[in-house]
């Protein structure tokens, strides 16, 4: 019963380096989101997928980039870390973009963050 | 540009009485908003949501009132207890619009004394 499961939980990186975010979710859903939540500024949507082999550029796509290869995966990359992108980010999952349409009202299951650092 | 605003950033309220949480947004595309609770080191976990249909849902403890007239929604706590001690998140969805997404307001930080 795991739902989304977000590795790694917390990191520290220095400016320029590069790193990966992982995202898994065990409930088949269709749709995978990227989200970074900053203070006084709610959650922003990075990047989201809307299927296997599909991606699409959110509210603040810049600096980072993601794949989707596998259904269950959805990986956030930043290629090089600037101190702008300290942030929690958090992944979630949903069977549908649009809650309220499909499998009944099903909105989007989140994973617990990766807080990361950026010095 | 915030169209989904919660102007309230912390809210303090003694066990056993109501809590009271509002949001408004500004995008007249909205049909569908949602509630979301955070506990520190952990994801949003769902709440509560309505259909701009309707306005009132109910669910055990917790009702959401929408105004659609005014662009608002409330989240009602009744009674509130201390294990509703969290971050709540108000977020709207426009299901007509394909490709939208949900956005969130900059939350609420709930604290019920006990």
């Known amino acids: 019963n795991a739902g989304v499961t977000q590795t790694p939980k917390f990191r520290v990186l220095k400016t320029g380096q590069s790193m990966t975010l992982l995202c898994a979710q065990d409930m088949n859903h269709e749709y995978m989101y990227w989200y970074r939540q900053d203070p006084g500024m709610g959650l922003r949507l990075i990047h989201y997928?809307?299927?296997?082999?599909?991606?699409a550029k959110g509210e603040v796509p810049d600096g980072y980039n993601v794949s989707r290869l596998k259904k269950q995966n959805f990986l956030l990359g930043l290629e090089s870390a600037a101190p702008s992108q300290t942030s929690v980010y958090f992944c979630a999952s949903s069977y549908s973009m649009h809650p309220g349409k499909g499998r009944g009202n099903q909105p989007q299951h989140f994973g617990d963050g990766t807080r990361l650092s950026i010095l | 540009d915030q169209q989904v605003k919660q102007n309230s950033p912390s809210l303090s309220v003694q066990e056993g009485r109501i809590s009271i949480l509002n949001c408004d947004y500004t995008?007249?595309?909205?049909?569908?908003f949602l509630w979301y609770k955070k506990y520190p080191a952990e994801g949003p976990t769902f709440l509560i949501s309505i259909s701009s249909i309707k306005d009132k849902n109910e669910d055990g403890r917790f009702t959401v009132f929408l105004n659609k007239s005014a662009k608002h929604l409330s989240l009602h706590i009744v009674p509130s207890q201390p294990g509703d001690s969290a971050v709540y998140f108000c977020?709207?969805?426009?299901?007509?619009?394909?490709?939208?997404?949900?956005?969130f307001g900059t939350g609420t930080r709930l604290a019920v004394r006990p």
């Open positions: 997928s809307v299927g296997e082999g599909t991606t």
């Open positions: 995008n007249s595309m909205f049909d569908y």
């Open positions: 977020a709207a969805s426009a299901q007509k619009s394909s490709g939208d997404k949900l956005t």
